[in-house]
């Protein structure tokens, strides 16, 4: 990612945050940051492993959980349940409103590509799940794919 690409997505988030009443405080900026230049996805203890050789710092992983559950909340990133890893948004800096995100996984080189699942197809789902007699939760889907790259 160009430096340039990425100062936008931070400014971006900056306002998201101004917005809602959080702080994008330097730590939190700088976990975005990271999970931002990431090709793959991270778990929290990578992140913390990451965060603390490129900083020089010695953050706990709470903290980092917790750094991560409040970007979690900005959507700024989300986090894969099927792998409990973490990826940042790919829609930060756009301008359109954060759909449910369909999140395709590609089991030879781990990247992962952020596609907004279509208003109709998570209304079915929904109803699917209605009639079985269960709730929907979380419609956040997660496919696993093999990409254009390692295909
Ligand atoms: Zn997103
Ligand atoms: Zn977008
Ligand atoms: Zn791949």
Redo the contacts with the bound molecule.
């Keep these: 990612m160009k430096e340039q690409q990425l100062n936008k997505i931070l400014g971006k988030a900056q306002d998201i945050c101004n917005h809602s009443g959080g702080r994008l405080t330097s730590k939190r900026k700088g976990i975005l940051e990271l999970m931002l230049l990431s090709n793959v996805p991270l778990s929290a203890y990578e992140v913390t492993d990451k965060y603390n050789k490129s900083t020089g710092s010695s953050m706990a992983a709470m903290s980092v959980y917790r750094i991560l559950d409040f970007l979690e909340t900005e959507q700024l990133v989300h986090k894969l349940s099927s792998t409990n890893k973490y990826v940042a948004c790919s829609h930060i800096a756009c301008s359109h409103t954060h759909e449910i995100p369909q999140f395709l996984i ?1 089991g ?2 781990q ?1 992962v590509k952020e596609i907004a699942i279509a208003k109709r197809i998570a209304d079915e789902l929904e109803q699917e799940v209605a009639n079985a007699g269960y709730k929907l939760v979380n419609s956040q889907l997660e496919l696993q794919c ?2 254009e ?2 295909s």
């Design positions: 590609c030879k080189c990247s093999i990409c790259k390692c």
